[in-house]
C-alpha cells in the first residue's frame, strides 16, 4: 500500500464561474457567485493550463481531459469529488450535494480508467444515495491514509456518516470522525475535510483550531502519533488561504512532491516550509480566481488513479 501516487488527472474546465449551488455550504466561495463570464473563465483558464504546465516541468505524470460544452458544469475543474480509485482496483464513483455537480460524471474518463488501468470491482450508488439526499464527496469528504487505512473525515452536509461508515466496510478502513468549524464562532461548519488537512507519507498538516471539540482533537492527535506522522498544525487564517487544501505525490523521479496553490506557499511560514522541505519539494502555480470563485484549490483540482498501470 502506498500513500501518493505517481498518477493524476486534471480536467480543463470549458465555463467555469462562481456555482451558486455549492455556496449554500462552501463558505470559501467569493462574491460574483453565479457570474457566468467571460473574463472569469479567461483568467481560469490562464490559471489551469500554468497549473498543468508546473505540474509537467516538475516531471509529474498527469493525463488531461477537457469537459465538455454541455452540460454547463462550472465546478468540473474538481474532479476528486465524484471519483476516487484504489490500489485494489476499486473504482468509487461518489455522491454530490449540488445537482449540477451530478453532472460532472464522466462514463468516457471511467472507460479511460478501464481500459489503461488493472481494475477488479465499480461501486456506484450515487443517484440512489443523492435521491435521499446522502452525500460522500470523494476525497473532499474523506482525507486517506492509505498505508494505516485510516479515513479522516469532518462530518457536514456533503459528508454523510452513514455513507462514510459504509464504505470504510467495503475497503476496510478505520473512520476518524470529527466536526471542522471555519471560525471561532463555530457557526459555519468546513464542507470538506481536504481543506483543513493533508495527509502525507511522514507528515500531516492539520488545522486543530477548526475543530472545537477537545476530545475529536485528541483522537486526531492519538491516530497520527500512533501512525508516525510529523504534525503541522496551522491556523484558521492558513486555512482560509488554503494551506490546507494540498496533494503529496510522487513524480517520475520518484520523488516526494507537495504540490499547492501560490496563495497557500506565501501563507506558510518559514519554518513550516523548513519542515516541509525536509520530507519532499514543494511545487506551487496561482490560483487565485480558482479559489475565489470556485471555493478550492490545488488539492481539488487533482483527481488521483491508484489503479495499477496495465
Keep these: 500500500m502506498k500513500q501518493s501516487t505517481s498518477n493524476l488527472f486534471l480536467i480543463r474546465p470549458y465555463k467555469f464561474f462562481g456555482n451558486p449551488e455549492t455556496s449554500i455550504n462552501n463558505y470559501f466561495q467569493g462574491d460574483g457567485l453565479g457570474n457566468n463570464n467571460y473574463s472569469i473563465n479567461q483568467k481560469a483558464l490562464v490559471e489551469f493550463d ?8 516538475n516531471n509529474i505524470n498527469v493525463f488531461l481531459f477537457n469537459d465538455t460544452p454541455y452540460p454547463i458544469t462550472p465546478d468540473s475543474i474538481f474532479p476528486n469529488n465524484w471519483i476516487s480509485t484504489y ?49 460522500l464527496e470523494g476525497t473532499g469528504s474523506m482525507v486517506l491514509d492509505r ?3 485510516i479515513v479522516y473525515a469532518a462530518l457536514s452536509e456533503r459528508t454523510c456518516q452513514d ?24 457557526r459555519k461548519v468546513i464542507y470538506h475535510t481536504n481543506v483543513m488537512m493533508s495527509i502525507c507519507e511522514n507528515f500531516a498538516i492539520v488545522c486543530f483550531e477548526s475543530v472545537a471539540s477537545k476530545n475529536e482533537q485528541n483522537k486526531i492527535i492519538d491516530s ?21 487544501n494540498v496533494l503529496e ?16 506557499f506565501n501563507c506558510f511560514s518559514k519554518n513550516q516550509k523548513k519542515i516541509i522541505n525536509s520530507f519532499c519539494k514543494i511545487v506551487h502555480s496561482p490560483l487565485d480566481t480558482i479559489e475565489k470563485y470556485g471555493g478550492g484549490g490545488a488539492r481539488c483540482m487533482l483527481a488521483e488513479i491508484f489503479l495499477n498501470k496495465m
Excluded at 500554468?50 to 516541468?57: A, E, P, Q, R
Excluded at 468516457?108 to 452525500?135: C, P, Y
Excluded at 500512533?226 to 484558521?236: A, C, G, H, M, Y
Excluded at 505525490?249 to 497557500?264: F, P, T, Y
Aim: positive net charge; hydrophobic residues 40%; aromatic residues 14%.
Design 87 to 135: 490500489q485494489d482496483g476499486k473504482i468509487f464513483i461518489h455522491s454530490m450535494f449540488a445537482k449540477n455537480r451530478r453532472l460532472e460524471r464522466r462514463s468516457d474518463i471511467i472507460a479511460f480508467l478501464k481500459e489503461n488501468f488493472s481494475f477488479s470491482q465499480i461501486f456506484n450508488d450515487a443517484e440512489f444515495n443523492e435521491k435521499n439526499n446522502n452525500f
Design 50 to 57: 500554468n497549473f498543468f504546465n508546473v505540474l509537467k516541468n
Design 163 to 186: 455513507l462514510l461508515n459504509e464504505f470504510c466496510k467495503k475497503i476496510n478502513f478505520q473512520p476518524i470522525v470529527f466536526t471542522a468549524y471555519l471560525n471561532y464562532n463555530h
Design 249 to 264: 505525490v510522487k513524480n517520475n523521479k520518484d520523488e516526494n512532491i507537495l504540490i499547492m496553490s501560490s496563495r497557500a
Design 224 to 244: 497520527l502519533d500512533r501512525t508516525k506522522k510529523k504534525i503541522i498544525t496551522i491556523s484558521l487564517d492558513q486555512v482560509n488561504n488554503f494551506c490546507g
Design 147 to 149: 498505508v494505516n487505512q
